[in-house]
């Protein structure tokens, strides 16, 4: 799986996955980290929740996590955020094991 974000929230460390094109948060008590790599395109900022270290588009007042609150624009945006760090994963770790049909 590919970690979007990084929320270090007042409530806790929470990852960003993808869950059909929406932010799925889960705490970083339910993750194994198997590969501490960074994108790098990530950066970090600091905001009323904490900080977050993820993609820029990610750090605007704009950004909307959840699939059904984005614009056409912001999905775009999320759609190309999405496959580049996807796309940065399978460089460094080759692409994820597909199953036989």
Known sequence: MVVLA?????????????????VIPVPLRL???????LSKTWVATHNSDGILLGPPEFT???FEG???DRTDDGYRTYIEVRSRL???SDAINGPPARSRD
Do not use: C, H, M, Q
Not at 10 to 22: H, I, K, L
Not at 31 to 37: A, L
């Open 6 to 22: 990084i929320n270090l929230a007042r409530e806790g460390v929470f990852f960003w996955f993808d869950a059909s094109s929406t």
């Open 31 to 37: 993750i194994d980290i198997v590969d501490g790599t």
């Open 60 to 62: 605007t007042s704009s």
């Open 66 to 68: 959840d699939l059904a």
């Open 86 to 88: 996807f796309a940065e």
